[in-house]
């Protein structure tokens, strides 16, 4: 039985938790490296709680690969280009590295642009600014 009459303001301001249930961020696996499970957090916190569902854990762990997979040929770059120029392969491996990065930076675009955790993958087609918008002169 409820209470009679008609409620107050105070009473109807007040919410009251009826089926509210908190969620959680996913836990980053236990198959990811230190570096790459710190990655893992870093994302995870920065999106809302709901982002990443269990059937992108898959695209994240792979995106978080990448990223630390970038970050090691990126020291190897600059290692090298800090090393000696005149060596008869330097040309040749610093090919190699420019590639290996190139590859893993069209990894890093592809999944962010599937988890919607890039600008292109959270563009909202409503909001659009430019030249693409009607001036109001231009009626």
Same mark, same amino acid.
């Given at each position: 039985?409820?209470?009679? /009459? #008609? =409620?107050?303001?105070?009473?109807?301001?007040? +919410?009251?938790?009826? /089926?509210? *249930? @908190?969620?959680?961020? &996913?836990?980053? &696996? $236990?198959? +990811?490296?230190?570096? =790459? @499970?710190?990655?893992?957090?870093?994302?995870?916190?920065?999106?809302? %709680?709901?982002?990443? &569902?269990?059937?992108? !854990?898959? +695209?994240?762990?792979?995106?978080?690969? !990448?990223?630390?997979?970038?970050?090691?040929? %990126?020291?190897?770059?600059?290692? +090298?280009?800090? /090393? $000696?120029?005149?060596?008869?392969?330097?040309?040749?491996?610093?090919?190699?590295?420019? #590639?290996?990065? $190139?590859?893993?930076?069209?990894?890093?675009?592809?999944?962010?642009?599937?988890?919607?955790?890039?600008?292109?993958? *959270?563009?909202?087609?409503?909001?659009?600014?430019?030249?693409?918008?009607? #001036? &109001?002169? $231009?009626?």
């Amino acid at each position: 039985m409820g209470q009679r /009459g #008609k =409620q107050s303001a105070a009473s109807l301001a007040v +919410l009251k938790p009826s /089926g509210v *249930t @908190a969620i959680e961020r &996913p836990k980053a &696996p $236990d198959n +990811l490296t230190i570096e =790459q @499970a710190h990655e893992w957090r870093c994302i995870v916190n920065r999106m809302p %709680a709901d982002w990443f &569902p269990r059937e992108t !854990h898959g +695209l994240l762990s792979s995106y978080c690969r !990448h990223v630390v997979s970038s970050q090691m040929i %990126a020291g190897l770059i600059e290692d +090298l280009l800090r /090393g $000696d120029r005149q060596s008869e392969n330097w040309l040749d491996d610093y090919e190699k590295l420019l #590639k290996m990065q $190139d590859r893993e930076t069209r990894g890093l675009s592809a999944l962010a642009t599937r988890m919607r955790t890039s600008q292109q993958g *959270t563009y909202n087609q409503n909001k659009k600014t430019g030249s693409n918008v009607k #001036k &109001p002169w $231009d009626n």
